[in-house]
Protein backbone atom coordinates (compact mmCIF):
# COMPACT_ATOMS: atom_id res chain seq x y z
CA UNK A 1 0.00 0.00 0.00
CA UNK A 2 1.04 3.48 -0.69
CA UNK A 3 2.91 5.29 2.23
CA UNK A 4 0.88 8.10 3.57
CA UNK A 5 3.64 10.54 3.67
CA UNK A 6 3.70 10.06 -0.32
CA UNK A 7 0.23 12.10 -0.60
CA UNK A 8 0.63 14.60 1.75
CA UNK A 9 0.05 17.72 0.19
CA UNK A 10 3.25 20.36 1.38
CA UNK A 11 1.65 24.07 2.12
CA UNK A 12 1.47 26.38 -0.73
CA UNK A 13 5.02 27.39 -2.20
CA UNK A 14 7.26 23.88 -1.04
CA UNK A 15 7.94 21.32 -3.20
CA UNK A 16 8.42 17.54 -1.25
CA UNK A 17 11.91 17.71 -2.81
CA UNK A 18 12.50 21.29 -1.49
CA UNK A 19 10.71 19.68 1.98
CA UNK A 20 13.09 17.21 2.25
CA UNK A 21 16.33 18.54 0.70
CA UNK A 22 19.13 17.83 3.14
CA UNK A 23 17.48 15.12 5.26
CA UNK A 24 19.64 12.52 3.77
CA UNK A 25 23.04 14.88 5.16
CA UNK A 26 21.02 14.92 8.28
CA UNK A 27 21.07 11.28 8.68
CA UNK A 28 24.58 10.73 7.44
CA UNK A 29 25.58 13.23 10.03
CA UNK A 30 23.64 11.49 13.41
CA UNK A 31 26.65 9.86 15.12
CA UNK A 32 28.63 13.53 15.06
CA UNK A 33 25.38 15.69 16.50
CA UNK A 34 23.89 12.63 18.60
CA UNK A 35 27.57 12.95 20.48
CA UNK A 36 27.70 16.60 20.66
CA UNK A 37 24.31 17.43 21.01
CA UNK A 38 21.60 15.24 22.42
CA UNK A 39 22.12 15.43 25.93
CA UNK A 40 19.52 13.14 27.16
CA UNK A 41 18.06 15.50 28.97
CA UNK A 42 15.39 13.72 31.28
CA UNK A 43 11.72 14.92 30.37
CA UNK A 44 9.03 15.69 32.60
CA UNK A 45 6.51 12.53 31.39
CA UNK A 46 3.64 14.85 31.59
CA UNK A 47 3.59 14.47 27.61
CA UNK A 48 4.07 11.31 25.53
CA UNK A 49 6.17 12.74 23.06
CA UNK A 50 6.29 11.47 19.10
CA UNK A 51 7.62 12.26 15.82
CA UNK A 52 5.74 12.11 12.41
CA UNK A 53 7.78 10.21 10.27
CA UNK A 54 7.06 11.93 6.70
CA UNK A 55 8.62 14.88 8.13
CA UNK A 56 12.07 13.38 8.29
CA UNK A 57 10.92 11.24 4.82
CA UNK A 58 14.29 11.28 3.43
CA UNK A 59 16.10 9.93 6.53
CA UNK A 60 16.73 6.40 7.13
CA UNK A 61 13.73 5.33 9.90
CA UNK A 62 17.17 3.60 12.07
CA UNK A 63 18.57 6.78 11.85
CA UNK A 64 15.31 8.68 12.47
CA UNK A 65 14.56 5.85 15.50
CA UNK A 66 17.91 6.99 17.25
CA UNK A 67 17.55 10.20 17.26
CA UNK A 68 14.15 10.72 18.79
CA UNK A 69 15.42 8.22 21.07
CA UNK A 70 18.56 10.31 21.78
CA UNK A 71 15.78 13.17 22.80
CA UNK A 72 13.39 11.19 24.85
CA UNK A 73 10.55 10.37 22.46
CA UNK A 74 8.45 7.35 22.96
CA UNK A 75 6.63 6.69 19.54
CA UNK A 76 7.35 7.38 15.83
CA UNK A 77 4.06 8.59 14.34
CA UNK A 78 2.29 7.75 10.79
CA UNK A 79 3.88 4.56 10.46
CA UNK A 80 2.79 1.29 8.27
CA UNK A 81 3.36 -2.45 8.70
CA UNK A 82 6.82 -1.92 6.49
CA UNK A 83 7.97 -0.24 9.38
CA UNK A 84 6.85 -1.39 12.24
CA UNK A 85 10.16 -4.04 12.49
CA UNK A 86 12.65 -1.28 12.68
CA UNK A 87 10.25 0.78 15.11
CA UNK A 88 10.17 -2.67 17.55
CA UNK A 89 14.01 -3.13 17.28
CA UNK A 90 14.47 0.38 18.60
CA UNK A 91 12.10 -0.13 21.37
CA UNK A 92 9.71 2.71 19.93
CA UNK A 93 5.99 2.71 19.56
CA UNK A 94 4.14 3.15 16.80
CA UNK A 95 2.04 6.07 17.75
CA UNK A 96 -0.27 6.21 15.25
CA UNK A 97 -0.66 3.75 12.11
CA UNK A 98 -1.53 4.27 8.81
CA UNK A 99 -1.91 2.34 5.55
CA UNK A 100 -5.34 1.26 5.38
CA UNK A 101 -6.57 5.10 4.10
CA UNK A 102 -7.03 4.82 0.40
CA UNK A 103 -5.91 8.42 0.04
CA UNK A 104 -6.65 11.97 1.63
CA UNK A 105 -9.26 12.92 -0.39
CA UNK A 106 -10.72 9.50 -1.07
CA UNK A 107 -12.60 8.83 2.65
CA UNK A 108 -15.25 7.83 4.65
CA UNK A 109 -17.76 10.58 3.77
CA UNK A 110 -18.62 9.10 -0.13
CA UNK A 111 -20.51 5.68 0.14
CA UNK A 112 -18.73 4.95 -3.15
CA UNK A 113 -15.31 4.32 -1.07
CA UNK A 114 -17.44 2.18 1.37
CA UNK A 115 -16.58 -1.63 0.05
CA UNK A 116 -13.14 -0.53 -0.39
CA UNK A 117 -12.49 1.18 2.80
CA UNK A 118 -14.43 -1.36 5.05
CA UNK A 119 -12.12 -4.67 3.27
CA UNK A 120 -8.59 -2.70 3.62
CA UNK A 121 -9.18 -1.30 7.39
CA UNK A 122 -10.81 -5.17 8.19
CA UNK A 123 -7.34 -6.18 6.94
CA UNK A 124 -5.52 -3.60 8.63
CA UNK A 125 -6.98 -3.74 12.23
CA UNK A 126 -5.66 -6.79 12.77
CA UNK A 127 -2.54 -6.02 11.17
CA UNK A 128 -2.35 -3.27 13.93
CA UNK A 129 -3.64 -5.25 16.88
CA UNK A 130 -1.06 -8.43 16.38
CA UNK A 131 1.60 -5.95 16.45
CA UNK A 132 0.96 -4.44 19.66
CA UNK A 133 -0.77 -1.64 18.54
CA UNK A 134 -3.62 0.59 19.33
CA UNK A 135 -4.30 3.34 17.10
CA UNK A 136 -5.14 3.65 13.05
CA UNK A 137 -5.77 6.69 11.45
CA UNK A 138 -8.48 7.63 8.75
CA UNK A 139 -9.79 10.42 6.94
CA UNK A 140 -13.23 11.65 5.89
CA UNK A 141 -12.43 12.59 2.62
CA UNK A 142 -13.61 15.30 0.41
CA UNK A 143 -16.83 17.12 0.29
CA UNK A 144 -17.53 17.12 -3.57
CA UNK A 145 -21.31 17.48 -3.86
CA UNK A 146 -21.81 15.75 -0.34
CA UNK A 147 -23.60 18.11 2.28
CA UNK A 148 -22.11 18.17 5.69
CA UNK A 149 -24.77 16.52 7.16
CA UNK A 150 -25.11 13.75 4.66
CA UNK A 151 -20.96 13.11 4.56
CA UNK A 152 -21.59 12.64 8.47
CA UNK A 153 -24.31 10.06 8.08
CA UNK A 154 -22.54 8.78 5.04
CA UNK A 155 -19.28 8.42 8.04
CA UNK A 156 -20.84 6.66 10.84
CA UNK A 157 -22.73 4.00 8.45
CA UNK A 158 -19.85 3.32 6.92
CA UNK A 159 -17.71 3.12 10.16
CA UNK A 160 -20.07 1.57 12.19
CA UNK A 161 -19.64 -1.26 9.90
CA UNK A 162 -15.88 -1.96 10.98
CA UNK A 163 -16.17 -0.80 14.92
CA UNK A 164 -17.01 -3.80 16.25
CA UNK A 165 -13.99 -5.24 15.40
CA UNK A 166 -11.94 -2.50 16.40
CA UNK A 167 -13.31 -2.91 20.09
CA UNK A 168 -12.48 -6.85 19.96
CA UNK A 169 -9.04 -6.14 18.65
CA UNK A 170 -8.47 -2.96 20.72
CA UNK A 171 -7.50 -0.70 18.34
CA UNK A 172 -8.68 3.39 18.39
CA UNK A 173 -9.81 4.45 14.67
CA UNK A 174 -8.97 8.05 14.63
CA UNK A 175 -10.21 10.72 11.93
CA UNK A 176 -7.91 13.43 11.28
CA UNK A 177 -9.18 17.22 11.29
CA UNK A 178 -7.59 18.74 8.24
CA UNK A 179 -8.11 22.41 7.21
CA UNK A 180 -9.56 22.88 4.03
CA UNK A 181 -8.20 27.05 3.46
CA UNK A 182 -4.79 26.56 2.63
CA UNK A 183 -3.25 22.50 2.51
CA UNK A 184 -6.46 20.51 1.87
CA UNK A 185 -8.97 22.20 -0.28
CA UNK A 186 -12.53 20.30 0.23
CA UNK A 187 -11.50 18.43 2.91
CA UNK A 188 -15.08 17.64 4.75
CA UNK A 189 -13.53 16.83 8.47
CA UNK A 190 -12.20 20.12 9.10
CA UNK A 191 -13.92 21.57 12.38
CA UNK A 192 -13.84 20.02 15.51
CA UNK A 193 -18.00 20.75 16.16
CA UNK A 194 -18.05 18.39 12.96
CA UNK A 195 -15.66 16.02 14.28
CA UNK A 196 -17.10 15.75 17.49
CA UNK A 197 -20.76 15.28 16.11
CA UNK A 198 -19.33 12.11 14.24
CA UNK A 199 -17.66 10.57 17.52
CA UNK A 200 -21.24 11.39 19.27
CA UNK A 201 -23.03 9.57 16.11
CA UNK A 202 -20.98 6.70 16.57
CA UNK A 203 -21.21 6.59 20.54
CA UNK A 204 -17.58 3.85 20.33
CA UNK A 205 -14.80 4.15 22.77
CA UNK A 206 -12.77 3.01 19.50
CA UNK A 207 -13.30 6.27 17.55
CA UNK A 208 -11.55 9.74 17.87
CA UNK A 209 -10.52 12.40 16.52
CA UNK A 210 -6.74 13.42 15.75
CA UNK A 211 -7.05 16.95 16.56
CA UNK A 212 -3.86 19.06 14.83
CA UNK A 213 -2.97 22.28 16.31
CA UNK A 214 -1.68 23.72 13.25
CA UNK A 215 -4.85 22.72 11.02
CA UNK A 216 -7.48 23.89 13.27
CA UNK A 217 -5.63 27.34 13.69
CA UNK A 218 -5.89 28.04 10.55
CA UNK A 219 -9.65 26.54 10.21
CA UNK A 220 -11.32 27.99 13.52
CA UNK A 221 -8.38 28.98 16.29
CA UNK A 222 -9.78 28.98 20.17
CA UNK A 223 -7.25 26.43 20.78
CA UNK A 224 -7.13 25.76 24.31
CA UNK A 225 -10.98 26.43 24.28
CA UNK A 226 -11.70 23.70 21.84
CA UNK A 227 -8.92 20.94 23.72
CA UNK A 228 -10.79 21.78 27.29
CA UNK A 229 -14.10 21.57 26.25
CA UNK A 230 -13.89 18.65 23.26
CA UNK A 231 -10.73 16.80 24.95
CA UNK A 232 -12.90 13.79 25.73
CA UNK A 233 -12.73 13.13 21.61
CA UNK A 234 -9.69 14.15 21.25
CA UNK A 235 -7.53 10.72 20.59
CA UNK A 236 -4.12 12.39 19.51
CA UNK A 237 -2.26 15.30 18.92
CA UNK A 238 -0.41 17.00 16.22
CA UNK A 239 2.14 20.53 16.21
CA UNK A 240 3.29 22.61 14.05
CA UNK A 241 4.05 26.40 13.91
CA UNK A 242 1.46 28.84 12.08
CA UNK A 243 1.85 30.65 9.55
CA UNK A 244 4.40 28.04 7.76
CA UNK A 245 4.13 24.53 9.23
CA UNK A 246 7.81 25.22 10.84
CA UNK A 247 8.89 24.11 13.82
CA UNK A 248 6.55 25.54 17.14
CA UNK A 249 9.04 28.27 18.02
CA UNK A 250 8.66 32.12 18.77
CA UNK A 251 8.54 33.19 15.31
CA UNK A 252 4.43 31.87 14.76
CA UNK A 253 1.46 32.69 16.22
CA UNK A 254 0.82 29.47 18.77
CA UNK A 255 1.40 29.75 21.99
CA UNK A 256 3.05 25.85 22.54
CA UNK A 257 3.75 25.43 26.16
CA UNK A 258 0.11 26.78 26.84
CA UNK A 259 -1.23 24.71 24.65
CA UNK A 260 0.36 21.74 26.55
CA UNK A 261 -0.32 22.64 29.81
CA UNK A 262 -3.90 22.85 28.38
CA UNK A 263 -3.99 19.24 26.69
CA UNK A 264 -1.90 17.56 29.89
CA UNK A 265 -4.47 19.43 32.40
CA UNK A 266 -7.30 17.03 30.91
CA UNK A 267 -5.56 13.85 31.85
CA UNK A 268 -4.68 12.81 28.35
CA UNK A 269 -2.60 9.84 28.48
CA UNK A 270 -1.80 9.63 24.82
CA UNK A 271 0.33 10.99 22.28
CA UNK A 272 1.63 14.64 20.77
CA UNK A 273 3.50 14.24 17.83
CA UNK A 274 5.45 17.03 16.08
CA UNK A 275 4.49 17.45 12.57
CA UNK A 276 6.28 20.35 11.46
CA UNK A 277 8.16 20.74 8.29
CA UNK A 278 11.82 21.80 9.50
CA UNK A 279 12.84 25.47 8.21
CA UNK A 280 16.85 24.27 8.68
CA UNK A 281 18.47 20.90 6.80
CA UNK A 282 21.10 18.75 8.55
CA UNK A 283 22.15 19.37 12.03
CA UNK A 284 19.71 22.40 12.26
CA UNK A 285 16.52 19.85 11.72
CA UNK A 286 17.93 18.08 14.30
CA UNK A 287 18.00 20.75 16.60
CA UNK A 288 14.69 22.28 15.56
CA UNK A 289 13.11 18.90 16.76
CA UNK A 290 14.48 18.66 20.01
CA UNK A 291 13.80 22.54 21.28
CA UNK A 292 9.79 21.77 19.67
CA UNK A 293 9.94 18.57 22.04
CA UNK A 294 11.54 20.61 24.95
CA UNK A 295 9.16 23.45 24.36
CA UNK A 296 6.17 20.42 24.25
CA UNK A 297 7.20 19.67 27.38
CA UNK A 298 5.41 20.76 30.11
Known amino acids: MTDLSDRIAAPVGLSRRHLFQGAAALGAGLAATGTAHAQSTAL???????????TFGDMPLADLCV???DMGLKAIDLC??????????????SSMCNGAEISLEAGWADPANHDELIR??????????DAGYRNLICFSGNR??????????NCAA???QILPQAQEAGVTLVMELLNSRVDHPDYMCDRSAWGVAL????????????YDIYHMQIMEGDVIRTITDYHEWFAHYHTAGNPGRNEPDDSQELNYPAICRAIRDTGFQGYVAQEFIPSGT???AADALRDAVRTCDV
Open 158 to 160: GLS
Open 199 to 210: CKRLGSPNFGLL
Open 44 to 54: KGNINHSVARW
Open 144 to 153: GSISDEQGLE
Open 120 to 129: RYGDHIRLVA
Open 80 to 93: GPDDWPVLKEHGLD
Open 282 to 284: GRQ
Open 67 to 69: MAR
